[in-house]
């Protein structure tokens, strides 16, 4: 079982920086590959990044590539998403998300989904 939690979100100005984080309470971390989706208001839910379960395979959109890091701590059960550069279209929920096949990650099909953490930046 997965049970994914996020926190890290916050008010940040554009050009800033901030680090999210992901904690999965579960025992299987490291048989999942995890990843972020965020969604804006009005907007549907876009993909950000994944990480495989070892962490030798990473994936960007196009969007954050160069912006934005995915890395994960297996010992800690945790999946972080370093964020720098913000820009104003970067104002978005962001989730956590996780599953063994990580084509399910990064399509946005994954079996367990975080609650969500708030990211807004401004201008």
């Known amino acids: 079982q997965v049970q994914l939690v996020e926190s890290g979100g916050g008010l940040v100005q554009a050009g800033g920086s901030l680090r999210l984080s992901c904690v999965d309470s579960?025992?299987?971390?490291?048989?999942?590959?995890v990843g972020w989706v965020r969604q804006a208001p009005g907007k549907e839910r876009e993909f950000v990044a994944s990480?495989?379960?070892?962490?030798?395979?990473?994936y960007y959109a196009d969007s954050v590539k160069g912006r934005f890091t995915i890395s994960r701590d297996n010992a800690k059960n945790t999946v972080y998403l370093q964020m720098s550069s913000l820009k104003v279209e970067d104002t978005a929920v962001y989730y956590c998300?996780?599953?063994?096949?990580?084509?399910?990650?990064?399509?946005?099909?994954?079996?367990?989904w975080g609650q969500g953490t708030q990211v807004t930046v401004s201008s």
């Open positions: 579960g025992r299987t971390f490291s048989n999942h590959a």
């Open positions: 990480i495989t379960q070892s962490g030798g395979n990473t």
């Open positions: 998300v996780g599953d063994e096949d990580v084509d399910k990650v990064w399509t946005m099909l994954s079996d367990f």
